[in-house]
């Protein structure tokens, strides 16, 4: 009975990884020198199983939210107790509950950003509409004229 429990045997080459996850053969060797990943040798080639898609699933998810790979391994490290899993949940539920409030301080800090740079433009736009009201279209499209001047586009190319 127990059999039936298993996972099936099936491999992945490094190339289904790559494209089933849309990552590159180095990034998969990276992961691999960290101690990430695991994948067993035919010659020369990486044979990668079931767990280490696994793995590579879980590092690429921290990653996008923004965990370390130390974080990631110390999640990582915990799959193999035997206890269904409990400890690795209660480190994963440790671990993004910080990660959610950094992105809040961050977010906060974003907009506080964008707030201070708003109360700048809506200024500097007073100021210019008393002092100097002919360069406020200009100052609307500085950008787009210095992408010109940088992309090496003559500047009567862009004039009305």
Known sequence: MTSDLRRPERTFTIRNLC?????TPRALRFYEDKGLLY???EGLNRVYNHRDRARLQLILRGKRVGLSL???REILDLYDEND?????????????RER?????????????????????C???????????PDL???AADYDQVLRARLDGVADNAHAD
Not at 19 to 23: A, D, G, K
Not at 84 to 96: E, I, P, R, V, W
């Open 19 to 23: 494209v089933e996850f849309r990552v």
């Open 39 to 41: 994948p067993a040798r």
């Open 70 to 72: 130390a974080e990631i």
């Open 84 to 96: 269904g899993g409990a400890a690795q949940m209660a480190k994963s539920l440790k671990k993004f």
């Open 100 to 120: 959610i409030l950094a992105l809040e301080a961050q977010r906060d800090d974003i907009d506080g950003a964008i707030e201070q740079l708003r109360g700048g």
């Open 122 to 132: 809506d200024r500097m736009e007073r100021q210019l509409t008393q002092l100097r």
């Open 136 to 138: 406020l279209p200009r």
